[in-house]
């Protein structure tokens, strides 16, 4: 019976982990075998519980960084992720050290800063989007 049991564990976690695709599930299911393994050989239910917790872990802790950073790789970036790597117009001098400074981009205005605690960009200059922190967006000079 300890047998069918673990298989059915098993089963139902792939079954999720096909369902949602978020890798949330697989880890365990990856336990879930190795405790399947450990009743086909014969061990008692509490050596199957103790394997099963310790490769779930494992392949949890070891596995899921490297998974998820190849698993979302080629992912569509949306809303304002989108926004990293474009151009913009300033529209206000950005002067991060006296927080001011408004850009244009898709459309949109935005408060901007630069990535230097004391930098300056003049208005109507063409700016990269670097990133985002907060509500402002972190944003340099274009080179030409």
């Given at each position: 019976?300890?047998?069918m049991?673990?298989?059915?564990i098993?089963?139902?976690?792939i079954?999720?982990?096909?369902?949602?695709?978020g890798l949330?599930?697989?880890?365990f299911?990856?336990?879930?075998?190795a405790a399947?393994?450990m009743s086909?050989l014969?061990?008692?239910?509490?050596v199957?519980?103790?394997?099963f917790?310790?490769v779930s872990v494992l392949?949890?802790?070891?596995?899921?960084p490297?998974?998820?950073?190849?698993?979302?790789?080629?992912r569509q970036?949306?809303?304002v992720?989108s926004?990293?790597?474009?151009?913009a117009?300033?529209?206000?001098d950005?002067?991060t050290?006296?927080?001011a400074g408004?850009v244009?981009v898709?459309g949109?205005i935005w408060?901007?800063?630069t990535?230097?605690?004391?930098?300056?960009?003049a208005k109507?200059?063409v700016v990269?989007?670097r990133?985002i922190?907060?509500?402002?967006l972190?944003?340099?000079?274009?080179e030409?």
């Amino acid at each position: 019976m300890e047998t069918m049991g673990w298989l059915i564990i098993f089963i139902v976690l792939i079954v999720i982990e096909l369902l949602t695709m978020g890798l949330t599930t697989i880890w365990f299911a990856g336990g879930a075998l190795a405790a399947l393994l450990m009743s086909v050989l014969g061990f008692g239910m509490p050596v199957q519980v103790v394997v099963f917790i310790i490769v779930s872990v494992l392949l949890l802790v070891l596995t899921r960084p490297i998974a998820v950073k190849y698993f979302n790789q080629n992912r569509q970036k949306t809303n304002v992720e989108s926004l990293i790597g474009q151009q913009a117009l300033v529209l206000e001098d950005v002067d991060t050290l006296h927080a001011a400074g408004q850009v244009k981009v898709n459309g949109q205005i935005w408060s901007a800063k630069t990535e230097e605690t004391s930098g300056f960009i003049a208005k109507d200059t063409v700016v990269m989007i670097r990133g985002i922190q907060g509500v402002k967006l972190i944003v340099k000079a274009k080179e030409d």
